[in-house]
Structures are given as C-alpha cells and as structure tokens.
C-alpha cells in the first residue's frame, strides 16, 4: 500500500494461445527444439485509490520464445 493505493482484485478470464514449434534431431539421442508461442489475456482489475474504486481493462499479450536441447534415452 503505497501513494493512496490499496488491494487488487482480477478477474478470471479466458484466452487463446497458438504455439509452433520443431524438432531436428541432431544426432541418434541429441534434439535442438524451438518454439514460438502467443498468448492473448484480457482481464479487468479493481484497486482502490485514497478510497475511490478504480476499474481498468489489463491486456497482456506476450509472444515466447524458446530454444531447447533434448536428449533422448
């Protein structure tokens, strides 16, 4: 609770998310992966600022990237 800010309340919400990714094998029991993933979130949250309820539409819409190396055994 700084500058007049108290609680935080978010809703549930319900999104999509879409992922590509691929597998190249390297050797018999060595993989490279990689992957590309969105993911849409879409929320609203309630604060309260010096006792006044402040409503706001939160949007959070991260595109993820990962490289991996897997060994298979």
Do not use: C, H
């Not at 993933?37 to 409503?55: F, H, M, P, Q, W």
């Amino acid at each position: 609770e700084g500058k007049g800010f108290s609680g935080l309340d978010m809703q549930d919400s319900i999104g999509l998310a879409a992922q590509v990714g691929v597998d190249y094998m390297l050797t018999d029991t060595l993989m490279l992966n990689a992957q590309v993933r969105y993911i849409d979130i879409e929320s609203k949250a309630t604060t309260y600022l010096n006792d006044s309820k402040v409503t706001v539409d939160v949007d959070v819409n991260p595109w993820v990237y990962m490289v991996a190396l897997g060994y298979k055994f």
